[in-house]
């Protein structure tokens, strides 16, 4: 079935860092994909999406690459803030489900001062 | 614009009751996605609907069941709770049926006993 993996599960980086998290699909028609950031006690907030007819997009200090001969896509956060420390959720959309959702396991990021 | 509210933000059951979760989409959206996120397993996806439609459901025994209404409100129902479901439960809305852009509320915590 649908599955999406993310790498890796934890990241420890230093404040001006840049921070790489992969992500790897299984559906070969998936044709958008989100990223979440999620902070404790909150719920997942969009922080970034693109589309299988875009290889990258960028947004400040986040960017989303996409190959998708490989199936895979990554999120890059360059100079790191104590503020990005939170959980990063990957998903891609699969088509065969009406559209659905499927999400990665997440990365716990620690950016330290 | 008012976000994606969940309500109770905490309940506290004990197995074999069952349990009413409700979500409010934001205004104007007519998808319902609903997830269970746990520690060991992520965010997993339960059901969405889309104009009081079930489209989609993930994995999960016919325990768990959910309805849309006419204003886009939806809730979630649990029957004979049991100690695995001890979760925290996402309610996530977007504005049509492609899944994109799709905003989480803050979800409801919810322990069994």
């Known amino acids: 079935g649908e599955n999406v993996e993310q790498h890796p599960s934890t990241l420890s980086v230093q404040e001006g860092d840049s921070a790489v998290i992969k992500c790897t699909y299984s559906?070969?028609?998936?044709?958008?994909f989100p990223w979440y950031k999620q902070e404790l006690g909150k719920g997942p907030q969009l922080i970034i999406d693109i589309r299988s007819n875009v290889g990258e997009k960028k947004d400040q200090r986040i960017a989303v690459t996409l190959n998708k001969t490989a199936k895979h896509f990554s999120l890059h956060i360059t100079e790191t803030q104590p503020e990005d420390s939170a959980v990063y959720f990957c998903?891609?959309?699969?088509?065969?489900?009406?559209?659905?959702?499927?999400f990665g396991a997440g990365t716990r990021l620690a950016v330290h001062p | 614009k008012a976000g994606v509210t969940q309500t109770p933000r905490y309940l506290i059951k004990t197995r074999g009751q069952q349990v009413t979760l409700s979500c409010s989409p934001i205004s104007g959206h007519r998808s319902v996605s609903w997830y269970q996120q746990t520690p060991g397993q992520g965010l997993q996806f339960l059901f969405e609907y889309f104009s009081e439609t079930q489209r989609n459901k993930g994995n999960f025994p016919g325990r768990f069941s959910g309805r849309q209404f006419s204003n886009s409100r939806s809730e979630m129902n649990v029957s004979t709770l049991e100690l695995g479901d001890s979760a925290l439960y996402l309610c996530a809305s977007s504005a049509d049926s492609s899944n994109e852009k799709l905003f989480f509320g803050s979800g409801t915590q919810l322990s069994v006993l």
């Open positions: 998903a891609a959309r699969s088509l065969s489900g009406y559209n659905k959702l499927i």
């Open positions: 559906d070969s028609a998936s044709n958008y």
